[in-house]
């Protein structure tokens, strides 16, 4: 499901396969910009777009942000309130002709920020994914610029749903990109295909399925998730994960992606189509990258 300028996974012909990952943003693409960061932007035509255009926020507030997560220590630093801060940009199958969020067309999506309802915070962020083709796919990512001096990251969100029966699946990602490598610890909950936490391996470009079981969540329901991953001897390393406050070990080691030009540290965020496209909502609250 996922980053574009390379591809992440499964072939555009097999429905069931993750697309590619998040990327750096390719120089001279075309995007498009909100007066307002409370706007809502969509499209199933053009290939991406920005959100927001206020000044971002590093620490956020207390009533936006999270507690910090269990392991960071206080010396860590914390991009809070992510899901309100302006310039998001976002992708369906292809940018610039190469693979973004692949897929097997060009879904609608659309963000709209600061929503007070549903919303822990007041200030939750509402994606949708609709569109007309089956197993089409929507990437959102931040960009926080280049910073290659962190190896410790929590991914720590809020997540909620109007229909959990509707996604193929949902995706979660890292990446930190610099001196010709990207390590990307790319993760997707995978509902209707194998049932389990599948995770990204970079340097084969595959997906890989774990054996922590992501079942589908209730609907209208706000849902916890932490993953806590680090780089170490030149490896992404996929630590753990907690749902609801259920922490499950991953534990897996992979080499990065060789030859990538680009320098940056991203989250992001991709809604996956089934097989009849069912259009649905995800509203992001309380998104939080701890780093150290």
């Given at each position: 499901m996922l980053l574009f300028t390379l591809g992440c996974g499964g072939a555009a012909t097999d429905p069931v396969s993750p697309g590619a990952q998040p990327a750096d943003p390719p120089a001279g693409s075309s995007t498009s910009s909100s007066s307002s960061s409370s706007s809502t932007s969509s499209s199933s035509s053009s290939d991406t777009g920005t959100q927001g255009s206020a000044t971002p926020s590093?620490?956020?507030?207390?009533?936006?942000?999270?507690?910090?997560?269990?392991?960071?220590?206080?010396?860590?630093?914390?991009?809070?309130?992510?899901?309100?801060?302006?310039?998001?940009?976002?992708?369906?199958?292809?940018?610039?002709?190469?693979?973004?969020?692949?897929?097997?067309?060009?879904?609608?999506?659309?963000?709209t920020q600061d929503q007070q309802t549903p919303s822990l915070s007041g200030k939750a962020s509402q994606f949708t994914l609709g569109g007309k083709t089956a197993y089409s796919n929507a990437l959102w990512w931040k960009s926080f610029g280049p910073n290659r001096q962190p190896t410790h990251f929590v991914y720590d969100l809020y997540f909620y749903m109007d229909d959990p029966n509707s996604p193929e699946a949902l995706e979660f990602d890292m990446n930190q990109s610099f001196g010709g490598v990207r390590y990307t610890w790319g993760t997707e909950c995978s509902y209707r295909n194998t049932g389990h936490w599948d995770i990204w391996n970079p340097e084969a470009e595959r997906w890989e399925t774990t054996s922590v079981s992501c079942p589908v969540v209730s609907a209208n329901t706000w849902h916890h998730?932490?993953?806590?991953?680090?780089?170490?001897?030149?490896?992404?390393?996929?630590?753990?994960?907690?749902?609801?406050?259920?922490?499950s070990k991953v534990e897996k080691y992979y080499n990065p992606q060789p030859n990538y030009r680009g320098s940056e540290l991203n989250v992001a965020f991709q809604m996956d189509g089934d097989y009849r496209q069912d259009p649905y909502s995800v509203w992001l609250d309380k998104v939080s990258l701890w780093s150290w």
């Amino acid at each position: 499901m996922l980053l574009f300028t390379l591809g992440c996974g499964g072939a555009a012909t097999d429905p069931v396969s993750p697309g590619a990952q998040p990327a750096d943003p390719p120089a001279g693409s075309s995007t498009s910009s909100s007066s307002s960061s409370s706007s809502t932007s969509s499209s199933s035509s053009s290939d991406t777009g920005t959100q927001g255009s206020a000044t971002p926020s590093q620490t956020g507030s207390s009533s936006s942000t999270s507690s910090i997560p269990a392991g960071v220590p206080g010396s860590a630093v914390v991009d809070a309130a992510v899901q309100a801060l302006p310039n998001w940009q976002w992708c369906t199958a292809k940018l610039d002709g190469k693979p973004c969020a692949s897929g097997l067309g060009k879904a609608s999506s659309s963000l709209t920020q600061d929503q007070q309802t549903p919303s822990l915070s007041g200030k939750a962020s509402q994606f949708t994914l609709g569109g007309k083709t089956a197993y089409s796919n929507a990437l959102w990512w931040k960009s926080f610029g280049p910073n290659r001096q962190p190896t410790h990251f929590v991914y720590d969100l809020y997540f909620y749903m109007d229909d959990p029966n509707s996604p193929e699946a949902l995706e979660f990602d890292m990446n930190q990109s610099f001196g010709g490598v990207r390590y990307t610890w790319g993760t997707e909950c995978s509902y209707r295909n194998t049932g389990h936490w599948d995770i990204w391996n970079p340097e084969a470009e595959r997906w890989e399925t774990t054996s922590v079981s992501c079942p589908v969540v209730s609907a209208n329901t706000w849902h916890h998730l932490t993953w806590t991953v680090e780089r170490v001897n030149d490896q992404v390393h996929y630590i753990s994960v907690a749902l609801d406050d259920h922490v499950s070990k991953v534990e897996k080691y992979y080499n990065p992606q060789p030859n990538y030009r680009g320098s940056e540290l991203n989250v992001a965020f991709q809604m996956d189509g089934d097989y009849r496209q069912d259009p649905y909502s995800v509203w992001l609250d309380k998104v939080s990258l701890w780093s150290w």
